[in-house]
């Protein structure tokens, strides 16, 4: 069955570095997602992506973050000047065809900052 | 904004028991989603309502969509330690198909 998979599996970076999340979607999804999720609490949307663009963005993906899809399989997450509130799990998702909405998420990133 | 709360927060129960979980959300929803999350794990996507008062059921697993598509609930028969996780409501956040609001979970241990 695809999945969604992502690294790395736990990056631990000193605060004001930048960091990368990769992850790589099911091949045939259009929507790609990232969420985090703070030790203990719920799941909280960040972006959705599509046809190579932003397509929603909450309050905390500010000037902060960004989101690439490189090339045909990748989809990243930059994470410039990090900060200690940072840390979190960050969970990659995808969504497949139009009229379809269940997400399938990745196994996701524990971003630590020191 | 939109809030989408559930109770319990925390449920025990001893294997066998039922257990249910109630979902409400400050807005209507166009529909409404239900996710597990293993301990250490990922959501893992169960279901999607989408009519009013719509009941969907998964093998011990009933689900419910309120009348005024508020509210939602998870109900689990004869619970195993198979069921432990969180489980998680999620709604669209209004006028988005997309942006997923998630519920505050409810964080199920079953007892053997």
């Known amino acids: 069955e695809p999945e969604v998979t992502q690294t790395p599996s736990h990056q631990v970076t000193q605060m004001g570095q930048e960091v990368i999340l990769r992850c790589v979607p099911i091949?045939?999804?259009?929507?790609f997602y990232w969420y985090r999720q703070i030790l203990g609490q719920k799941v909280e949307f960040l972006v959705s992506?599509?046809?190579?663009?932003?397509?929603?963005k909450s309050e905390i993906f500010d000037d902060q973050f960004s989101v690439e899809r490189p090339d045909g399989s990748n989809f990243t997450l930059k994470i410039r000047s990090t900060k200690l509130e940072d840390s979190a799990m960050y969970f990659c998702?995808?969504?497949?065809?139009?009229?379809?909405?269940?997400?399938?998420f990745g196994p996701g990133t524990r971003l630590t900052v020191t | 904004g939109q809030q989408v709360m559930q109770i319990p927060q925390y449920q025990h129960v001893q294997e066998g028991e039922d257990f249910t979980t109630y979902c409400n959300s400050s807005?209507?929803?166009?529909?409404i989603q239900w996710y597990k999350q293993r301990p250490g794990g990922h959501p893992v996507f169960l279901i999607q309502l989408v009519k009013s008062g719509e009941v969907k059921k998964q093998k011990r697993l009933t689900f419910q969509f309120g009348e005024a598509k508020k509210n939602s609930s998870l109900h689990i028969t004869a619970t195993q330690t198979t069921d432990v996780g969180t489980y998680f409501c999620?709604?669209?956040?209004?006028?988005?198909?997309?942006?997923?609001?998630f519920g505050s979970g409810t964080q199920l241990t079953v007892l053997p």
């Open positions: 998702a995808s969504s497949g065809p139009a009229g379809t909405y269940e997400q399938y």
């Open positions: 807005t209507t929803l166009s529909n």
């Open positions: 992506f599509y046809n190579n663009e932003i397509s929603e």
């Open positions: 091949s045939n999804h259009l929507y």
């Open positions: 999620a709604g669209p956040r209004r006028g988005s198909a997309r942006q997923l609001t």
